[in-house]
């Protein structure tokens, strides 16, 4: 019986167990809460997949030392100095005929090229070997829109002395983008320039202004190197320059006569063009482009957006963004109701963002109302804190007995050292960093240094931070000591002597009706104190009395003030 009872309690306790576990296994799993950003993104429609721009890739596109090298070169080499260079000049010149026989361009040799593709090759070809890189992706965009215009293709390579291919480039005179238009040029060919909106910059409209302007300026000059020098420094200045020559249209002869900056343009356009087409023959290895112009497309924007708002919606980043849409000088695509902007984006995001486009402008308005959402609450808060404020005052105010005397405390504090670093010959930016245990992006805000370019014997600012133990003199508060009036004591009362009930004789002392004397001299006022107050404290004192004993024309009195109380 004993065994049975022992057997069925096992079989329980087992089922209850099995019980227990199955509960427990049916239990669901605590699931971290996920932002309205994360939970919109998980029901977004995805039609294709593919990996964005590389990042080394995209620093090279971004990247605006080359336009920096290029500007300096066209406006100061001398290129009709002599360089060292190991270079076939007969070689060149039979390269430059078969060059010449299949352009449009008037390509013969003068020393000045040689010298100019010597100092490019001598200086530059790791230069070079980038901006054939950034030239896969831009060319054959550039080539549709030459042929369209029935333009040399080779203008092409324009762009390259120009900006080096960068949309975002901007000389020191104000041209801008890749063709480096003039404002007013640019407004003149229906560029839109404002605030927000900067078409210089955008590659597709400033190639087909730039088209524009080559078609009008050959009608006029009939020949491409006339036009190359009108693009960089206006028609006027090569008429005047061929009145100068004696009427002589030849580049080279009128070369003299325009300013120095085009003087050296048409040698490094005709360079450029040399060195790309027999890039071969000179070992120059261009990397591979990761995306093309033509893998690009655009989608008309709706609402305003900030190029943040749409690197967190599509997994982009805002550098890809800034590369892309380089019209937009703020990171910020504008919306008025009679204009239409566009987004350019690389084709799988494009599906990605038409198939989600009402998510994707709700989630922005989402952002701006919880952006006034949260201005109310900073201005309720900021309310508040005024009324607490007025609070405390007025409570300090109350707080008459306290008074503050004046503690040193220790304390440790952080605090900014400057040093100096002289560059040396061959230093960079990154071997200075690291020198001192600091990074670029400091270095270069410290120094307000753009890019990477640093010259010889150059002062760079160095900061540190050292923490230091500083004394601080701080006021705390202590209790003030009053004034208590010293009064007489029982001996000017009056004494009488009584009889109890019972007989028998007591003591009793009677305050006498008189004022009772003060001894004090003179009364330091006090916060808070009043005329009426103050005689408060000391019996024997009236109003009247006080006012004429310190000759008070009226009741204000001020904190600190010495009031005579006797004589």
Known sequence: MRKLLIISLSVLASQFS??????????????????????????????????????????????????????????????????NYDFDTELFKNRLKKLDARSPFAIEYNPTLENTIKAFLKNRSKSIERQMALAEYYFPMFEEHLAKYNLPLEIKYLAIVESALNPRAKSRVGAGGIWQFMPATGKQYKLNISSYVDERHDPLKATEAMCQYMTNMYAIFGDWSLVLASYNCGPGNVSKAIRRAGGSTDYWEIRRYLPQETANYVPAFLATMYIYEFKKEYGLKPRKANVTYFETDTVAVRKSLTFKQIAELLDVTVEELEFFNPTYSKNHIPSYEDELYFLRLPKHKIGLFVSNEEKIYAYVDYLEAEKIRKS????????????????????LADMSDIEYEKVVEKHTKEVVKKDYHKVKKGETLSEIADKYNVSIAELRKWNKVKGSNINLGQSLVIQTKKKVTVNEIVKKPVKKQEVKPIVEDASVADVTLDKTSENKEALTVQPKKERIEVKEDYYIVQKGDSIFSITKKFPNLTVEDLKKKNNLPNNNIQPGMKLKIQG
Do not use: G
């Open 18 to 83: 099995i019980a227990q576990e199955s509960q427990e296994k049916e239990l669901p799993l605590f699931s971290p809460k996920m932002s309205y950003l994360d939970s919109l993104k998980s029901t977004f429609v995805n039609h294709a997949t593919s990996t964005c721009i590389d990042e080394r890739w995209l620093s090279e596109l971004a990247n605006s030392d080359l336009s920096k090298e290029m500007f300096y070169d066209i406006e100061h080499l001398n290129l009709d100095e002599k360089v």
């Open 376 to 395: 109310q609450l900073a201005k309720l808060q900021k309310r508040d804190s005024i009324a607490k404020k007025d609070t405390v005052a007025i409570a």
